[in-house]
């Protein structure tokens, strides 16, 4: 069964940073192309940051660039994304999303080409 965890969300202030991070379930780890989105309150989930499965090739949205770097470990089948310079409208839930049968250095940034999702972790930035 795939699983996908997020842990590290939490409260912080603008302009501190916050790391998240998710542990996945899914073998091989190093063949699943992983992203981030996030939804904050009354609006739609939207692309955050996503890496290939090999971690050479990353794609962050413009909000983020910049301040957010994503980040994978293969052999501990975990991946996390540290966040800096936070502001207000960071404040989200985050999710993590995973997908398989990629090819090396492949990665996607829309919703619809992810398969397995976790129950994400809420980031609130307080001003």
């Known amino acids: 069964q795939v699983q996908l965890v997020e842990s590290g969300g939490g409260v912080v202030q603008a302009g501190g940073s916050l790391r998240i991070s998710c542990a996945a379930s899914?073998?091989?780890?190093?063949?699943?192309?992983m992203a981030w989105f996030r939804q904050a309150p009354g609006k739609e989930r939207e692309f955050v940051s996503a890496v290939s499965w090999s971690g050479g090739n990353t794609h962050y949205a413009d909000s983020v660039k910049g301040r957010f770097t994503i980040f994978r470990e293969n052999a501990k089948s975990t991946m996390s994304l540290q966040m800096n310079s936070l502001k207000p409208e960071d404040t989200a839930v985050y999710y993590c999303?995973?997908?398989?049968?990629?090819?090396?250095?492949?990665?996607?940034?829309?919703?619809?080409?992810?398969?397995?999702w976790g129950q994400g972790t809420q980031v609130t930035v307080s001003s």
């Open positions: 999303a995973a997908r398989s049968g990629v090819r090396s250095g492949v990665l996607y940034d829309t919703q619809d080409e992810y398969t397995y």
């Open positions: 899914v073998w091989p780890f190093s063949r699943y192309a």
